[in-house]
């Protein structure tokens, strides 16, 4: 009967235990699902800037590549000028269309990285923007 009795009194112990355990093992798991969503949707959101960031970098190089870029640069890197006025305005729009979707994005998501690019574009000759901008599409193309 004693041991009859000691047995039951062990039971219960490790029935307390258990249902401790478990109930420990819902909280956590209660936990980590509501740490997962919430890592899930800023992961979301993260990929949406980089999408957007991207969208707005290739953007960009279409604007520095296409015709009128190539025919800008043609120009300026000719010996002879031909017309002063109308190769510094078409650079000047070709600037300010970059910048501009550049510093739109950046203040949309306020991204310090874009803000710094778009500074540089009108600082820096093109050559030296389109390197930052392949090392920044790169990097971005890495983290996705």
Do not use: P
Not at 51 to 72: M, P, Y
Not at 73 to 97: G, H, I, N, P
């Amino acid at each position: 009967l004693a041991d009859l009795l000691n047995k039951v009194a062990s039971s219960k112990r490790d029935l307390e235990r258990t249902t401790e355990a478990i109930e420990a093992d819902e909280e956590f798991l209660a936990n980590m699902r509501k740490d997962c969503e919430h890592e899930d949707t800023e992961y979301k959101k993260r990929a949406e800037v980089r999408s957007q960031e991207l969208v707005a970098l290739g953007e960009t190089i279409k604007i520095l590549t296409e015709d009128d870029a190539r025919e800008l640069y043609d120009k300026t890197m000719s010996f002879l000028q031909v017309s002063e006025s109308s190769s510094a305005a078409a650079q000047e729009r070709a600037v300010e269309r970059a910048v501009g979707r550049i510093a739109k994005i950046a203040k949309l998501h306020k991204n310090w990285a874009l803000v710094s690019l778009a500074v540089r574009v009108r600082l820096d000759a093109f050559t030296k923007v389109k390197e930052a901008m392949d090392k920044m599409h790169a990097e971005l193309a890495k983290q996705q």
